[in-house]
């Protein structure tokens, strides 16, 4: 359930006054977050406010549940949604952690502003891509390939190159001998087999392995659920190249939906 209703700044009134405020929407497989973000500064304008995905998780129900946000944080403006697919015209392709009625032409029309005006739409964690671009502090504009994954309810991937980011990979998607990674090693997985972080390794040095020998980045960015643990992770992989958390950790989804909403980055319409 939505709180914190009387908690949340006047987000129209500081956006009056000159400040950079962009509401962000993350929705998942297991729950929807979102936030007011200040974009400027890269951070949270105020908390983040938390629906369950519903059960149906179809885009009837989801897009109610993104107007419920927007209301509750008294938003009137466009709003940046991230998804956990890839965005192809009016429809969400590959979403396996939402429902089937995504993939049908004009699912995406509902996601809308709580008052019917814009949504800026990109990948899941295409966003967290460009919150790295947008807020991380190294030189990524010279770094070459850097690989973002985020491990949730699914495995996300983003690629920035030389400080762009080339967006709609889907790399989670690649079948070990386990097989697809997202089935095997993703955040959902290790807290449903209650798996310790030697074991989730053991299932993910190989996705590893594979993208580094296919595409040869120079850095690994992880983001997701899994960055919240993510020293106790990701030092049981064995990688040649350095490994880091977003950013801005679990919230990276959220503020990098602000950003593409803020900056019209989104690969979905702005419609
Ligand atoms: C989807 C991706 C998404 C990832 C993380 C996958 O199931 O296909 O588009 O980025 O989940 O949510």
Redesign the pocket.
């Known amino acids: 359930m939505i709180g914190g209703l009387n908690q949340q700044n006047n987000p129209q009134q500081r956006r009056a006054e000159g400040v950079a405020l962009w509401l962000g929407i993350d929705v998942?497989?297991t729950n929807i977050k979102g936030a007011i973000v200040d974009i400027e500064a890269g951070k949270l304008n105020g908390q983040v406010l938390v629906e369950p995905t519903p059960p149906t998780a179809n885009p009837g129900d989801v897009a109610a549940a993104t107007r419920r946000i927007a209301v509750a944080m008294n938003w009137n403006g466009p709003v940046g949604i991230a998804?956990?697919?890839?965005i192809s015209g009016s429809s969400l392709r590959?979403?396996?952690?939402l429902c089937a009625s995504w993939e049908q032409t004009d699912a995406l029309s509902g996601l809308r502003a709580a008052n019917g005006g814009n949504a800026v739409l990109i990948?899941?964690?295409?966003a967290v891509g460009l919150a790295e671009l947008a807020y991380n502090q190294t030189d990524l504009a010279t770094s070459g390939l850097i690989i973002v994954l985020?491990f949730?309810?699914?495995?996300?991937?983003a690629l920035l190159y030389n400080g762009t980011l080339v967006a709609d990979t889907?790399l989670?998607?690649l079948s070990g001998s386990r097989g697809r990674f997202?089935e095997v090693a993703?955040g959902r997985v290790i807290s449903n087999e209650s798996l310790t972080p030697i074991e989730w390794a053991i299932r993910a040095q190989p996705f590893f392995d594979e993208l580094q020998a296919i595409l040869n980045p120079s850095r690994w960015i992880v983001g997701?659920g899994l960055s919240d643990n993510f020293n106790r992770y990701s030092s049981k992989l064995k990688l040649s190249k350095p490994i880091s958390v977003a950013r801005s950790g679990i919230h990276s989804g959220i503020i990098g939906a602000a950003v593409a909403c803020g900056t019209s980055a989104g690969t979905g319409d702005l419609r």
């Open positions: 998942g497989g998804l956990p697919g890839v590959h979403a396996p952690n990948n899941d964690a295409d985020t949730g309810t699914g495995i996300g991937s889907e989670g998607g997202e993703s997701g």
